[in-house]
């Protein structure tokens, strides 16, 4: 499991976007939000979206891994979504916020988390000027909670700083390459080894 935060207009869903077209079987745990959709926001595929007394039902369900009120809506990772995907055997990224981290690294301690960096405050504020899919207002709080968000950073594994995309992209990927080979990740292919036998003229 890998989660993914960083402040708003750092450029995570592109990352991650990216990433997934890099990592064939790479799954992405779709969230369930209260926030509208922007345009060209599919259901079920950017997002599910829920009105606020459905998404309170899910709560009392149980349904969600984690939630949170990330700039006044409220977001929560699906079980269901993260489940299923491990089920199949594949890894998941997690797009979330710092809070829904935390409480994920407290319920999963195994999983890998990365906390993704603009460059500098100013290209923070000018990717989300141009991304021009948020009104003013809610530009402004994005930028005035990006600082409680960065405050978080440390208590991630890594940082990865997106000023050259390409760059970040390739960051990311030998992160999951990187993760894949730690020994405890490869333990059953280990023991598979030794299970063969045949190292007794090695002793
Ligand atoms: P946006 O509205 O720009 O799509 O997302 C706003 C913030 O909500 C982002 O920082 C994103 O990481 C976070 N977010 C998206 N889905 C979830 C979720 O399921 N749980 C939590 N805790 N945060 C989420």
């Known amino acids: 499991m890998l989660v993914v935060s960083g402040p ?10 990216a990433l997934r077209a890099r990592v064939p079987g790479l799954g992405f745990s779709v969230s369930a939000t209260t ?3 922007r345009p ?9 979206f829920l009105g606020e007394s459905e998404f309170t039902d899910r709560v009392a369900r149980g349904d969600f891994l984690e ?8 977001y929560g990772t699906l079980n269901q979504q993260v489940d299923e995907t491990l089920r199949q055997g594949k890894d998941i990224v997690l797009d979330i916020d710092t809070r829904g981290a935390e409480n994920v690294r407290r319920l999963r301690p195994e ?21 021009g899919t948020d009104s003013r207002d809610t530009i402004e ?11 978080a950073a440390d208590g991630y594994q890594y940082l990865v700083i997106n000023d050259d995309f390409s760059e ?3 960051i990311l990927q030998a992160i999951i390459i990187a993760e894949k080979a730690r020994c405890f990740r490869q333990q059953d292919k ?12 090695f002793r």
């Open 168 to 170: 970040a992209l390739s």
């Open 8 to 17: 708003s207009g750092a450029g995570k869903s592109k990352l991650v976007e």
């Open 111 to 131: 999983a890998v988390t990365i906390f993704v960096l603009p460059p500098s405050p100013s290209e923070l504020r000018r990717r989300l000027e141009v991304r």
């Open 141 to 151: 709080g994005r930028l005035a909670a990006a600082g409680h968000e960065i405050a």
């Open 67 to 74: 939630w949170a009120t990330v700039y006044g809506h409220r």
């Open 190 to 201: 280990l023991r598979g080894f030794q299970k063969q036998g045949g190292f007794e003229g």
């Open 40 to 48: 060209g926001e599919r259901e079920g595929v950017d997002y599910f």
């Open 35 to 37: 926030r509208p959709p």
